[in-house]
Structures are given as C-alpha cells and as structure tokens.
C-alpha cells in the first residue's frame, strides 16, 4: 500500500510538471525593451531577435503602422494586444509560435469542437478564402524565407543567395532586374539567364526586386548560410500617369558601362518604319553614335567604324548579313527577341574580332506555363511565333517564321521592265530550353533565312545565313557558374544567270564559322564581379566559284582557292567597387589568330607597289600549316566617380582587333560583299578608343541627360585603289591598299522613357578620316593627306517621341536629319588620244545633299478584357512624311556630248503602310 502510495505522489508530481510545462504558452514569453518610434518592420525584427516567434504579415498593410511603446518582461500576446489596441489590426498566435497580422477578423488558428459534425454551424468562422490568384499575390511577400540550415543564434558573417528571377505568367527569365536591400545598401542586377547572386550580412532581410513592366516586389528572408532562392515576379498594368519604367533608372548613374544602349522590344515597336514592320535595326540607327549611309541600308558605322567592324551575334552566333529585301527589313523577327545590347565603348573583354561595336541580341526562352502565340500581317510581309512547354516548368520553346509576298507591289510599278521583277525572303527561328536541375540547363537555337530577287533582267541573286548555337549552363557553387558554347555560322551567295544557255554562269561565295568557348562568372563579393574565359573560332571561306549553269554553257570555270584561318583567345575582367561613389572595371584579353594552309602566297620585290609585275615568289603550305601569325593583348578599362546619387562621369579605353575583313566598293551592305582573312600581305586591323562623358539625372530619375566624347585610332584599314577589282580576285592585295584612320566624335542624348510623353533627342558632332601610307603616289590616295571616309557624316540629329492619348491609342512622331555623306565627283575633263577622258576631284570631296525625314504612326490597341480568344492591334504609319527626295547616291552620264547628273532617290514620295498585329 505504501508502495502504490509512494507512485501515486510521483505520477501526480510529474503530471503537474507536464501540465505547467504545456500550460507555458506561446504568449508566455515576456519581452522587454523600449520600442519607440519603429516601424512595424523594424520591431517584428527586434521581436524575433529576442524571441522564436516568426511573424506573418502584408507588408502593404503594415507600412502605416509606427510602434511606440515601452515594456517590461510581458508577454507577446500583451504587447499586440497594447499596439493594436483601437486599431483595425488583429492578430492571432498558433501553437508553432506563429504570429499573424491581419486587417479584418483574426486568423482561427485551430477548429472549434464540433466542426467535423453533420449540421453544425459557428458563426466564428469566416466562409469567405481567397481565391487561387489572390493567393498568389499574398503569399509570396507574406511569407519568411528561411535560407541555409538554421542557426540558433544566426551565425555572424556573411552568405550569397543566388537564384533566379522569372516572369510569373510566362516562366521566363528575366533579364536587368533590380535585386537589392535598402539597409544596407546593397544590390546587384540579373544577367541574360536572369540569374543573380548577391552577398549579404547573415541574418532577416527585407530583400526588394523590381524590372521594367513588372511588379515590384519583396521577400521576407533570414540568410542562414549561404543558399539558392528563386523570385517570380508578377506583370504589372501601369496606369496611364504613372511612371512606366522604375528597374535600373538610374543605371546610367550608378552603372560602369558607358556607350552602352539597351533596346526593349516595346521601344522597337513605337519606331515607325518604311514598310510597317517593327526593326530592331532602324531603331538602333536612331541612337547617338550611329549613323547609316542610305535609306535602305541596314548597315550599322559606328563612331567612325565600317559596317564590318561590328560584331552582330544572335544567342552567340555571328551574323554577317542582317538585312532583307535589298536593306528595307532587318534579319530579326521582333517577337522573338529578349533584349538587344548595343556596346559602342568599353566593351567588355568577353568580346572580341571586331573594332568598333557589339550588338548582342538574345531571344525569348519561351512561355514554359501554358501554349501561346503571336503575329502580324502586314502589306509585304507576315509573321507567326509560337511558344508553350514541352514539359512544364522544364522545357519550353518558341519558334517563329516570317515571310514575304511583295511581287504584288513590283507588278504595280509603271515600267514594264520592272513589272517582271520578283522579291522574296523568308526566316525561320527555333529556340529551345530545358532545365535538367536546378543547376543544368541547356539551350538550343536555330535560325535560317534567304533572300531571292531578280530585278528588270534574268539575273537572279540569291543569300542565305544559317546559325545554330547550343549551350550548357552549369551552376558550380552560389558564387560560381560556367557557360559552355558551341555555335556554327554560315552565309552564302550566289548571282546566277540562264537566259542565254550558251553564257548561263553561276557566281557563289561561301563562308563558315564554328565557335567553341567557355565562360565563367564570379562573384566572390558584392564588391567584385570576375568574369573569365577562352574560346575558338575556325573560318573557312570560299572567296569565289565561278562556272557554266546548265549543260550548254560554254562559261570557263573560275576558282578563288579557299582559305582558312584559326582565332583563339583568352580573356579575364573583374569589376571593383572601391566605395559607394568609386567603380572600375578593368579586363585583358589577349587574341591569338593564324592564317592556315592549304594555299598559296605570292612574294613581292621589295619597296615596290604590290602589282602583278612584281610578284617575284609563289610559296605553298599544306593543309593546315600556319602561313602567318599575328597576336596581341587587346586592354578593356572603365572607370565611374559618382558626383552626387544623380550624377556622375565616366572614362574608358579598349583595344580591339579584328582578323577579318569585308571587300565592298559600295556604301552599303551589299549581297554580293565578300570576306577576306588576314594573311601574309594583309594584316589585322586594330582599334585603340578613349572615351569620357558625364551622366545626370532630373525629376527623380525621370530624364536622362548625357554627353560622351571619343577618340578613335585605326591601323591597318582597308581602302581600295581606283579601279580596283574585287571579285574573284587571285591577289586581291594588289588592289587594296592599307590605311590608318582617326575618328572623333560628341554625343548629346536627352532621355525620357516614363510618362505620357516619352522617347529621346540626340545629336552627335562626328567626323572620320583615313590616310593612306603607301610606298609611292601611284599608291597613296589625295597625296597621303587625310581624306574624309565615305560614312564620315559630321551631323546627325534624331528625334523619337511617342505620346500615349489612352490606354489604347499612342502616336509616335520621328524626325532625322544628317549631313551628306561624301562622294568623288568629276570636276573637268581633258583630251587624250583624241577621247574626251573625266577629271575627278580628290576622294570625297564632295557631298550629296543633305538627308531629312519625318516619320509618324499610330499604335491601335484592341480592348482590355482578359478573357478574350486573342488580342489584337493595328499599326498605321506613315514613312517619309514630308515626301522629301533624300539623294541616295549620284552619277553622271555622256548625253549628247555633255556630262549630266543625276540623283537617284529611294523614296520620293509619303509611304503608307498598314500591320495588324494579334497574339493569343
């Protein structure tokens, strides 16, 4: 009895301890300090210093509330209940120690008794949830993240997060969002794969993202070490006054990169253009800096650079012609672009083989949620793309064609000659992702085009690029992650003829390049961003095939053996925060490229002009036997000093060089150009630029001021002798000439992107000259003194304007003005040999009239509902506006004796045009 006495007092001991034990609520852990004058945010951050509890809330709700109060060892539940005392807040605490806030009734946080019973009823329960969307929209800025293996305490130091950041409807990345704390001040921006990573102090962070056209957002995190957190970020509809672009608007400010644009597909959709069709070129060609020599031309001179100088990659394949239908439409379907990057300086060490500039284009990854579309028709040309997931949330495409049907308008042109004309092209794009993990993706694009056209002759031209590039991304460690890259690039043209069987020939040019690179990127701390890498680049071209078309043609064959060349190169940049107002960023790269065999070189006598009597020597090289090699470092720095948070001036410099070469004795891209590597008689081009500009924004990041200023030195340029032949040439040296140029240059540019009224002024004070530095006078050009190049355009002035009347109605308003580019005119005329020969002046001299146009259009937007089998939209647009005869080029002809000129104009008259754009 004693016994069972004694269990009896032990057992009711210990149920009284488990009992005081349980009964310790939550709400029983006391608190004490002085929290006076916090905001809300702030004091849930102190509470869960001293406390387990984590607090759920909308910060939206809670920004109003200011905490000032003073406790001593009471309990959280008292403190709530003393701050939301006669308030609209209540709050609710689980057993999980979870606290949280709400702005109508209290959250129940455990059922009532009886609930699960068959007609019960309680009129505490509140029957209205939300929805699946507002759920979404809640949750994420609601919720705390905890990051990294928790920690009791949170360990001191520091962590990366990194992950992605993706379109909330769509799944795609999203490319130049702002990822950033405000205390302490500290941010970074998402790359092309919309991935970021950033270091911070370890512990609860209030951590803010937000991007062009998106909501802006935040996430709750506790950073316990370091770890991978992806943010999806929600499409925002802007109200018609409110500020439309928010992310990096003062990028220009803050950023080191100068002479850099970016171009949004929303900007190329507001230009208008000849034939309808938004062109991402055209809008290019409207940026301080660029200029273009002819109406039609979708060439790109920039700051003094020939259109050969620029490195044009689609997703890191090359394209080496970027035109259609004689210039008037671009090589890129605009509903398959991301983004467009323009470098015109400082051009980061990762590119390279080319001196003046770097477009970089990316296309969309694709919609990975669900299948969509889009599509324009238009009065020469359609288009169609197409985009969903093969496996959701892992695999996406998008894949877009566009074609063109404008024989139509040739047959309505008033020769008969021309009435027989034809005029086609077509593009076909293809780009595929796929996410193996959360470390592995693989992306896959293809792109193909051609152009056929027979104008007033049986004369038929036709050209065709082909790229595909596939690459590997591999996340190695928070800090780290590689891009492996394959790509091909191909570009062929043939001009063939059969209308006389006998004379039928057929002339083709080829060249083919494959890449292979790796590249790297490192982010040790938010102070340094190191980026590294090597690649490969193999050329093969065949510079002409001449030969009969059809078993009748009695043409002799024709061949300019092949050649190839090997480029590699190594690269590392890092960019350095020193403080908050001083940035550099500073890279070497260092190209090494050999002209490889098999071929031959021909030996010329010493001191004199290379001509074919002085070819004193052929050697020969076997097959892939180095014949020459040319190498060197190539510099990359930039520097940025903050004068104020709105305001700042930037200096760089870079070395480029470029191993290959385009032959044109016209001002434009032209199908039948061909390329030419560097060898034993012509050597690499190289390119040495400063540049230094002040940067200033007003109205709260709203306008954008900037004034840049250049100087440019180039050795080893490409100019032609008089008379010069560059079509299947054997030894095209003899021909050619090398020069060195210079080019200088200012660039104003006023920005306004938010608003109704948006859009840009820019005006740009260049000129550009060359110089010859030949062995004799038979060899120099204008006596071997600087002579303008035929792209040197001294004044270039744009303006782009859009005005948004509503929500569905915007007017855009475009004008250009530029002087004349230069030509060679004869001046006089002189007897010999009893023939009346033409005086002309020196190279350039002169000047075709000057060029102006105005452009204006119309964007129609369809309603707004949302549940709709598609949307639509119509573009009007007049081109040429003011129905100005802008001279294309000039040229003279005998008439009766005398020497006439005349001006060929492109345009001389308004061009209409109509596009209805649907997506669905």
Not at 495 to 513: C, D, G, M, R, T
Request: charged residues 20%.
């Amino acid at each position: 009895m004693t016994q069972l006495y004694r269990t009896c007092v032990v057992f009711l001991g210990l149920l009284c301890c488990v009992q005081l034990t349980f009964g310790q609520t939550p709400s029983g852990k006391t608190i004490s300090g002085d929290f006076s004058n916090l905001r809300f945010e702030q004091f849930v951050q102190r509470i869960e210093t001293q406390t387990p509890y984590r607090f759920f809330y909308n910060p939206a709700d809670a920004d109003s509330i200011t905490v000032d109060i003073r406790v001593e060892n009471q309990p959280v539940r008292s403190v709530l209940q003393q701050l939301f005392k006669d308030t609209k807040y209540s709050f609710a605490i689980d057993n999980q120690q979870h606290v949280y806030i709400t702005t109508t009734r209290p959250i129940r946080t455990e059922l009532p008794i009886g609930f699960f019973v068959r007609g019960r009823s309680d009129s505490g329960i509140d029957s209205t949830f939300l929805t699946e969307s507002q759920t979404k929209r809640v949750e994420p800025e609601a919720n705390v993240y905890e990051i990294g293996k928790r920690t009791n305490p949170i360990r001191q130091g520091r962590s990366t997060l990194s992950g992605y950041v993706r379109n909330s409807s769509s799944g795609e990345p999203i490319v130049g969002a702002a990822v950033y704390l405000d205390n302490p001040r500290v941010g970074t921006i998402s790359d092309q794969f919309g991935f970021y990573a950033i270091t911070l102090p370890r512990g609860r962070h209030d951590l803010k993202l937000r991007s062009i056209g998106l909501k802006d957002t935040r996430r709750r995190i506790i950073l316990y070490a370091d770890g991978k957190f992806d943010v999806d970020m929600d499409d925002d509809v802007i109200a018609l006054k409110e500020v439309v672009i928010e992310a990096e608007k003062d990028k220009n400010i803050s950023g080191l990169q100068m002479g850099q644009e970016r171009v949004d597909i929303k900007s190329i959709k507001q230009v208008p253009t000849a034939l309808g069709e938004a062109d991402l070129l055209r809008v290019i060609q409207t940026l301080p800096g660029v200029k273009t020599v002819g109406e039609s031309s979708t060439g790109l001179n920039v700051r003094g650079g020939a259109t050969d100088q620029n490195l044009i990659l689609y997703n890191d394949a090359t394209i080496y012609n970027s035109s259609h239908l004689f210039g008037f439409f671009s090589a890129f379907n605009p509903d398959m672009i991301k983004s467009a990057e323009l470098y015109k300086s400082a051009i980061p060490s990762r590119f390279g083989g080319r001196l003046s500039s770097v477009l970089d284009v990316q296309t969309r990854d694709g919609n990975k949620k669900k299948f969509v579309g889009s599509g324009g028709i238009g009065l020469l040309t359609g288009r169609l793309t197409l985009e969903g997931p093969l496996l959701k949330d892992k695999t996406s495409f998008i894949a877009g064609v566009r074609s063109s049907y404008s024989d139509w308008l040739l047959k309505q042109l008033q020769n008969a000659a021309f009435q027989k004309s034809q005029a086609q092209f077509y593009d076909v794009n293809l780009h595929v992702t796929h996410d193996f993990n959360e470390k592995n993706t693989i992306y896959l694009t293809g792109y193909l085009s051609q152009d056929r056209f027979r104008l007033n002759s049986d004369t038929a031209y036709r050209y065709q690029n082909q790229t595909a590039t596939l690459k590997w991304k591999h996340i190695i460690t928070n800090k780290l992650y590689s891009v492996f890259t394959g790509s091909y690039s191909g570009y062929t043209y043939d001009v063939s003829s059969e209308k006389n069987p006998v004379n039928a020939y057929k002339l083709a040019f080829s060249i083919k390049q494959s890449q292979l690179k790796a590249d790297f990127n490192y982010y040790p701390t938010n102070q340094h961003a190191v980026d590294f890498g090597i690649s490969a680049t193999h050329y093969k071209i065949s510079p002409g095939n001449f030969g009969p078309n059809g078993g009748e043609s009695l043409i002799l064959p024709d061949v300019v053996p092949t050649e190839q060349g090997l480029e590699s190169a190594v690269y590392i940049g890092d960019r350095f925060d020193v403080s908050p107002k001083l940035s550099i960023s500073a890279g070497l790269r260092y190209s090494l490229y050999s002209y490889l065999g098999p071929g031959s070189v021909y030996q010329y006598a010493p001191g004199f002009p290379k001509s074919v009597n002085t070819i004193t020597d052929t050697l020969s090289y076997s097959n892939n036997k180095a014949i020459s090699t040319y190498h060197g470092p190539e510099y990359r720095l930039a520097i940025r000093y903050a004068l104020s948070a709105t305001a700042s001036v930037k200096a760089s410099f870079n070395r480029t060089r470029q191993y290959i070469q385009m032959l044109s004795n016209t001002t434009v891209i032209s199908p039948t150009d061909i390329w030419k590597l560097s060898d034993p008689n012509i050597k690499p081009q190289i390119g040495d630029q400063y540049a230094v500009g002040i940067y200033k924004n007003n109205r709260n990041n709203t306008i954008e001021l900037s004034v840049e200023a250049y100087y440019k030195t180039l050795q080893n340029l490409l100019d032609y002798r008089s008379g010069a032949t560059l079509i299947l040439n054997h030894h095209i040296e003899t021909d050619v000439v090398q020069a060195e140029g210079k080019a200088y240059g200012i660039e104003f540019l006023v920005k306004k992107m938010t608003g109704k009224l948006n859009g840009w002024l820019s005006y740009t004070y260049a000129r550009t000259l060359l110089r010859t530095n030949g062995l004799n006078n038979s060899e120099n050009i204008n006596q071997g003194n600087f002579y303008p190049s035929s792209y040197d355009k001294p004044h270039d002035f744009t303006m782009i304007s859009n005005y948004k009347l509503n929500r569905r109605f915007s007017v855009s308003l475009n004008f250009t003005y530029s002087t004349g580019r230069p030509i060679t005119l004869p001046v006089g005329k002189y007897i010999l040999d009893n023939s009346a020969r033409l005086l002309y002046s020196e190279r350039n001299q002169y000047r075709i009239p000057d060029y102006y146009r105005a452009d204006v259009a119309m964007n129609i937007e369809g309603n707004h509902k949302v549940k709709k089998l598609a949307h639509s939209s119509w573009t009007v647009s007049i081109y040429n506006l003011l129905g100005r005869h802008n001279a294309y080029s000039v040229y003279f002809k005998a008439e009766n004796g005398r020497i006439n000129g005349y001006q060929l104009s492109i345009f001389g008259n308004p061009i209409p045009s109509i596009t209805y754009n649907f997506r669905f």
